[in-house]
Antibody
Framework: EVQLVESGGGLVQPGGSLRLSCAAS????????LSWVRQAPGKGLEWVSH????????NYADSVKGRFTISRDNAKNSLYLQMNSLRAEDTAVYYC???????????WGQGTLVTVSS | DIQMTQSPSTLSASVGDRVTITCRAS??????LAWYQQKPGKAPKLLIY???SLQGGVPSRFSGSGSGTQFTLTISSLQPDDFATYYC?????????FGQGTKLEIK
């Protein structure tokens, strides 16, 4: 069974940093591209970042470019999102999502909540 | 960036109704469009990919159509489990973008 489990969310002050993790199981992790997608409270979905299966190709939304860094460790079946210089508008539930064979997000984690507030 | 616009934002309907949600892209995305269903407190669930292909395990009452810039999601006969929020998403190129969502409510 495919599983994606996010962790690392919490309350952080504006300007602070946080590192999210996504632990994967039930599939050949190194063969799949992955993304982070977020959802602010009561709002819609926003794609944040993408990483290729090898980790060599990275893409970011303009809203996080230069502040967030996506990475992966295929030996540990894990995806990460390093978030620096956090702003109030980064407050959201962050989901990791697998890009399946049809090139869409076929599996999602349950999400981890990041709250940026003083 | 490609903008995705859904309509309506809210839709009230009854069990058994046929409903259609529309999604428009700001430029052609061929058939690189997906539809997701999301229930409160849960992750999105993939329903449709490549505009009209049904994801495995999704009931056949869900269907998608369209290409280029205009797309629709149709639920042929609403069931109680279908009341949720629906999002379209293009995957033509990065940045991927989602529509603002359509909340399907019980009338």
């Amino acid at each position: 069974e495919v599983q994606l489990v996010e962790s690392g969310g919490g309350l952080v002050q504006p300007g602070g940093s946080l590192r999210l993790s996504c632990a994967a199981s039930g599939f050949m992790f190194e063969g799949y591209e992955l993304s982070w997608v977020r959802q602010a409270p009561g709002k819609g979905l926003e794609w944040v970042s993408h990483i290729s299966s090898s980790g060599t190709i990275l893409n970011y939304a303009d809203s996080v470019k230069g502040r967030f860094t996506i990475s992966r460790d295929n030996a540990k079946n894990s995806l990460y999102l390093q978030m620096n210089s956090l702003r109030a508008e980064d407050t959201a539930v962050y989901y990791c999502a697998r890009k399946g064979g049809s090139n869409v997000f076929d599996y999602w984690g349950q999400g981890t909540l990041v709250t940026v507030s003083s | 960036d490609i903008q995705m616009t859904q309509s309506p934002s809210t839709l009230s309907a009854s069990v058994g109704d046929r409903v259609t949600i529309t999604c428009r892209a700001s430029q052609s995305i061929s058939s690189w469009l997906a539809w997701y269903q999301q229930k409160p407190g849960k992750a999105p669930k993939l329903l449709i990919y490549k505009a009209s292909s049904l994801q495995g395990g999704v009931p056949s009452r869900f269907s998608g159509s369209g290409s280029g810039t205009q797309f629709t999601l149709t639920i042929s006969s609403l069931q109680p489990d279908d009341f949720a929020t629906y999002y379209c998403q293009h995957y033509n190129n990065y940045p991927y973008t989602f529509g603002q969502g359509t909340k399907l409510e019980i009338k």
